[in-house]
């Protein structure tokens, strides 16, 4: 079959898989290459088993992979014989040397920007679409301008908004697309093929146009007001556990306000992710640099209160239990950083485990789908440590339960049965607030959601109420 267009994805992981299977899918007569230097990837994205687990995506890729999407490990072949580019490669926090832990590691990016100029005889169009720093667009654009003979280059941004574990129900039906590019007539025309691409199935009205910067930064700002908006439910979820308010209250009476709305709302232990962190870290990175360190503060105590968050909960799981976890057995139900995803990146149950380690407890992982890289975020640590997918298995002869993921799984569970396996005083920790407290504790639990009373059959004394 002769295709109307050849595009190329540099990058197959959680963002350019997915998204290239859309395009795909939407764009039959479009031939899509997905490349990546990490050949068992690529491997995967061509067997029964893909390397990223994203309800609906199977389905896509069934319909489309050999047909008009093809996973290769060929970059350089790729590169000469595509016009449009999709750069989607990892951008994770610095690790090392100046900006470490702040500025974003742009390794991958820049190998990948010299790549293409390498290999490109002919002109082509540069999506970046994986997140980063403001000013991206401009570094590649210094980088791609000596190309040899003829060929042009036309950088556009093009910010990907999916998330994890709805990733195909967030490409069919985005709340938007937005494509950033220059302002002049070939900036104004390779933006108009990208959005050509879209209007196969996304509606004209949610395709925004605008320039490159503001492009990159409403990527950074979506996700910082995102997190933002969980950082300050938890944060109020502290004060509701020292009163008695209850944050699931307080967030439906907070959430129905049409100009808050009711999304991101949920207290629980954290966020996670490959994103939320990085990306206010890049904002916070920026603003110093712009000279703007009171906006940096800012938005880093947006990530201070997320670390609080994680340290209530581990503090609270070692006073509740008598201030020692020595010998005793904990499961942990949940490793991802939220469901309906295998990813483990950025997950509040890493620090949570590691610091139960620490405290002498035999612990038990299960999950659905992230044993996996449970496995892998944890490989330093040999002993004390199990994984059992099945949650029944994994909480028999426990002391108790921390739930750290929202899987739909844990909350029909017959915690009655799991009472019964487990050992006595059994203590359940609800890190997401998605089981039924009052019942578990009637079932015999000693129960601790976030942001609501603890449910306890030990006699405490009442602290006596503050008098005004
Ligand atoms: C996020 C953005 O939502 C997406 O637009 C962007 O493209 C990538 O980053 P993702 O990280 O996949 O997506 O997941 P998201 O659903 O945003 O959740 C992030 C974290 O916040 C998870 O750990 C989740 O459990 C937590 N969260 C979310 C809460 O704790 N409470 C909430 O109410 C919502
Ligand atoms: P994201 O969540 O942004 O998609 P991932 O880490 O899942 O991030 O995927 C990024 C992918 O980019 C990885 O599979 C990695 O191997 C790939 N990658 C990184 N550098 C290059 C490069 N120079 N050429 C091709 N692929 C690359």
């Known amino acids: 079959m002769k295709f109307k267009k050849r595009i190329l994805c540099i990058g197959a992981g959680y963002v350019g898989g997915p998204t290239m299977a859309m395009i795909a899918w939407k764009c039959p007569d479009y031939r899509v290459t997905v490349v990546d230097v990490n050949s068992q990837r690529i491997d995967a994205w061509n067997s029964k088993e893909l390397p990223v687990f994203e309800p609906g995506l199977d389905k896509i890729i069934k319909k489309t992979r050999g047909k008009n999407l093809f996973f290769s490990k060929n970059i350089e072949k790729g590169i000469a014989e595509n016009d449009i580019i999709f750069v989607s490669v990892n ?86 697309v937005l494509i950033g590019s220059h302002e002049t007539k070939s900036g104004r025309k390779a933006c108009q093929e990208l959005v050509n691409i879209y209007a196969r199935w996304v509606p004209r009205n949610k395709i925004i146009t605008t320039n490159i910067w503001s492009a990159e930064l409403s990527k950074l700002v979506a996700n910082a007001f995102l997190a933002q908006r969980v950082s300050s439910i938890n944060s109020i979820s502290a004060l509701c556990e020292k009163t008695e308010a209850d944050i699931s209250e307080v967030s439906r009476a907070v959430g129905m306000d049409s100009r808050i709305g009711n999304k991101f709302l949920q207290a629980g232990i954290g966020f996670g992710g490959s994103c939320f962190k990085k990306d206010i870290l890049h904002l916070a990175y920026l603003c110093n640099y712009y000279g703007l360190p009171e906006i940096a503060n800012y938005w880093e105590s947006v990530i201070k209160i997320n670390e609080y968050q994680q340290e209530r909960f581990i503090t609270n799981i070692f006073s509740s239990m008598f201030n020692t976890l020595t010998g005793k057995k904990i499961c942990i139900l949940g490793f991802a950083f939220k469901s309906n995803t295998g990813d483990t990146r950025e997950s509040p149950a890493i620090h949570i485990t590691r610091k139960l380690v620490a405290e002498h407890a035999h612990v038990t992982i299960s999950d659905p789908q992230a044993l996996k890289n449970a496995a892998l975020d944890l490989a330093d640590i040999h002993e004390n440590i199990k994984y059992e997918e099945d949650p029944y298995r994994a909480t028999a002869g426990c002391h108790a339960i921390a739930i750290l993921t929202d899987w739909d799984l844990y909350k029909k569970l017959d915690f009655r049965k799991i009472y019964k396996s487990m050992t006595k005083p059994a203590f359940l920790f609800d890190g997401r607030n998605i089981v039924d407290h009052k019942k578990c504790f009637e079932i015999g639990f000693n129960v601790y959601p976030i942001g609501k009373p603890a449910m306890s059959h030990f006699k405490i004394k009442k602290k006596s109420t503050i008098s005004l």
């Open 91 to 176: 951008t994770p926090t610095k690790t090392f040397g100046s900006g470490a832990g702040k500025a974003p590691d742009l390794q991958y990016w820049e190998k990948t920007a010299h790549q293409i100029l390498e290999n490109s005889t002919s002109s082509k169009i540069v999506i970046e679409k994986s997140t980063l720093p403001v000013k991206t667009a401009a570094a590649m654009e210094k980088i791609l301008t000596p190309a040899k003979g003829k060929a042009k280059f036309e950088v556009l941004s093009n910010p990907e908004f999916l998330a994890e574990g709805t990733a195909i129900k967030d490409l069919e039906n985005p709340d938007r």
